[in-house]
Each structure stands twice: as C-alpha cells, then as structure tokens.
C-alpha cells in the first residue's frame, strides 16, 4: 500500500497542500514548526481516525476556518482508492469512498493501514496504562476495522452506566430501582469482553514480531514481553485502580490468560457483582477493559520504571515495528504505511543504522527530519522540503 497523492485543505497550517509521493521512502526535510509532522498527521488520521499528537481532532482544522479535508489517492496491486474526510467544527464530520459518501466516517477504516513512530512512543513505555491501552486498541481496529463500532458503542455504555451510578450515590438508590443499571452490566459485558479477547489475540498474533524487532534493533538481548493486568482479577480492585491511577506498577494483580470470550464474561460478570457496593459508593464503573493495562517486561522485568533510556526507545520502536508486521500479514492491504516522525535525530548512530536496515524496503515510508544529514545514507529517499506551509521537491 502507498499514497500516490495526498491533498490537504485547511489542514493545521496548510491553506492548501497537493503532494505527489513516491513509493519507498519519501523524506519531509525542514526546520521545525513548518508542517512536516503536519502532513503525516494527516495521513496517520485517515487511516486511524486517531493523531497521535492531540486527542480530538478540531485541533487539525486550520485556526477561524469552519473544515478541514483530507484528500489521497492510494495504492495497492494496481488498484487505486480516493480517500476523502471532511473535518468540521460545528456540524458531523464526512467521508467519501471513490467520491461517494459513507454511512459513517469510521467506514473509511481498513483502505489504508499507518504505523507511526514518534518520539511521543516513549510515553507507551514510561506513563500512564492510558497509553498502553490506545496503543493496543488502534493496532486491534486497524487489524479488525469492524471493532471501531465495538469501542463505539462500549464508551456509550461506559458513559450511560456511570450516569446512572452517579445518580443512585446520589439518591440512594437500592433494590428494584437499580433493574436499570442490571440492563446496562449485560451490555457492558457483553462488548467489554469482545474488546479483551480481541487484545488477548492481539497480543498472541504481535509476540513473534516483537520479539524479533527487539532482537534486531536493541543492543542487549532481553526478551520483551506483553501481558494483560485486568481489573476483573484483580482481589481488592478499588485499591488496585487507585494504585494504577497513582502509576504504582508493581501492585499485586494477576494477568489475563484466557482469550476465550465466554470464559471472559463470565469473569466479567462475577467481578460487576462483587464490586457493586464499591462503584454504587463511588458512583464510577471500576471495571472492564477502561481499566486494564498493559505490562511490558523485558526479560523478568517491568520496563516502565527499570529500562534505561536506550533501552526505552529499542522497546518502543520494537512495538511499531511489530505492528508493522503483523498489519502486514494480517490484512489485505499490503504494507501498512511506515511514518518515522522526527525521530531519527533521538537515536544514536548504531540504532539509526539498524532502524534503517529494517525500513528502507517497506513499500512506503515517510519521514521527517530536520536536517537531512540525520538520515542514513543507505535510505534513497524522494526528497520534499517544507517551509511555512509551503511543500516543494527537492
């Protein structure tokens, strides 16, 4: 998969953009605050419907502008898709397929595949579960785009359950008059069950990969891996989540083994009713896949808080390096998309030769880069130099 033309209109800085891109590796080369991570963004968004700068996206939509589009034409065993989202502040946000409107945005999920790697991935391996969670969860809708409608409709139910557990701490609700919060657990379970089993599989299909982009890129020759600490075992789940809220890692708390769905629920249903007194005192839903996270160990280590920085940085670049992979074997599309976003100037030589190596035969590849010097010579790259939202060949 490759983009052969990528328009951006009222996009971040750009009143208008229309870049003709090459496949294999193309450079964006400027001074910072251009738009080079503009661009990328914007082609990050179109196939996640995430940035990975802001959470939102009326911060893409240039500043006293009503929309933003994003427009590409892309690639894959000599067939071509024209993409089109239509950004908007005040009414619903569109998009097109081949010019002909969708009956949701998130419609447009699967045409094109990203991965993005930026200096931000540090904030996987080293804050909060939060970043942990979108990292596995975007890697699961780009694998399975149907699951964007699965995390839609979980966030409605996690928001209508905790409506309804505030207003019973508020009144005092007890017995019958809590039948309505019964209705919502099923719904809650039923989709909280579908989102773990799918980062259980997840998981289990990444492993391979990420064990041998580790090996490949790291210096050291720890083995890293990925494992799920969920609230639905945890034995004292109001003190585990206030432990985790406090970013303390090490307390106690089994992991996740089954991916088995119905196994899942059945967990998932035990757990809502043994923490029923504790979420109606709290007026919060204290379980479900909102509240797991992921640890990331390398040998018998967790990395967050033991890694030392380099060692941060292989494990980070390792996951999307992973995440490639897996993309690239498991959908229809070909190679995802590989955005390297300002960060080869963060590597040390060694790494950036190695990340190199690994790259420069993706079928795509985008990077940006203040100077061009802190590219590897051994990536022949199509050059385009960005200044002040302007976007010129080289």
Known sequence: MFIKHLELNNFRNYLRADVSLAPGVNLLVGP???GKTNLVEAVRYLSTLQSHRVAGYIPM?????????????????????????ELNRENPNKARI???????????LGYVNSVTFAPEDLDIIKRDPSNRRAFIDELVVQVWPRFAG???DYERVLKQRN?????????????SSLSTLDAWDQSLISYGSEIIAARVDLIERLRPHLFAAYQSIAIANNEPKILIKSSLLSANVAHYLDEIEDGNDTVEAEFLKTGDRTEIEELFRLKLQSVRPKELERGITLVGPHRDDLVLLLGTLPAK?????????SYALALRLASNELLRNETRSGDPILILDDVFAELDAGRRERLA???????????TAAVAEDIP?????????????EVTNA
């Open 377 to 389: 010579s051994q990536l022949v790259a199509t050059v385009f130099h960005v200044k002040a939202g």
């Open 98 to 108: 081949n010019k002909s409107p969708t009956q949701k945005v998130r419609d447009i």
């Open 32 to 34: 910072n605050g251009q």
């Open 305 to 313: 808080g033991y890694a030392s920085h380099g060692e941060s940085w």
């Open 61 to 85: 939509i240039k500043q006293d502008e009503a929309q933003a589009v994003v427009r590409a034409l892309a690639s894959h065993d000599d067939r071509d898709v024209l993409l089109e989202l």
């Open 163 to 175: 409506t309804l557990l505030k207003s019973a701490r508020q009144t005092g609700a007890k017995g």
């Open 150 to 152: 699965v995390y839609a």
């Open 357 to 367: 190596q690994m790259v420069k035969h993706n079928e795509q590849v985008l990077i």
